[in-house]
């Protein structure tokens, strides 16, 4: 089993930055993929970012340019960096990692994006 603590989030101005960060609670080293999925209010979950244990990366179109999405397989985390913030970015931020044919889930973490 996996569990993932996500950190981060807080309240920042549009065109603002934040950093979220994913901790694992044992070695991402054999975790091929991770990533963040988000949920804003009276919306589906939907994918934000996703990087696999080569480290090769997709975004959703919306953040493409503004989302950066890492791993750091020494500190067992994965980072996403998010750059000129939109008041449509506001919503609970969700890592998960894929490991050994199961989805594993953070308790998320909330982004509000707003002046």
């Known amino acids: 089993q996996v569990q993932l603590v996500e950190s981060g989030g807080g309240l920042v101005q549009p065109g603002g930055s934040l950093r979220l960060s994913c901790a694992a609670s044992?070695?991402?080293?054999?975790?091929?993929?991770m990533g963040w999925y988000r949920q804003a209010p009276g919306k589906e979950r939907e994918l934000v970012a996703h990087?696999?244990?080569?480290?090769?990366?997709r975004y959703a179109d919306s953040m493409k340019g503004r989302f950066t999405i890492s791993r750091d397989n020494a500190k067992n985390t994965v980072y996403l960096q998010m750059n000129s913030l939109k008041s449509e970015d506001t919503a609970v931020y969700y890592c998960?990692?894929?490991?050994?044919?199961?989805?594993?889930w953070g308790q998320g973490t909330q982004v509000t994006v707003s002046s």
């Open positions: 990087i696999t244990g080569g480290l090769s990366t």
């Open positions: 998960y990692a894929y490991f050994r044919g199961a989805q594993y």
């Open positions: 044992r070695s991402i080293f054999s975790i091929n993929g």
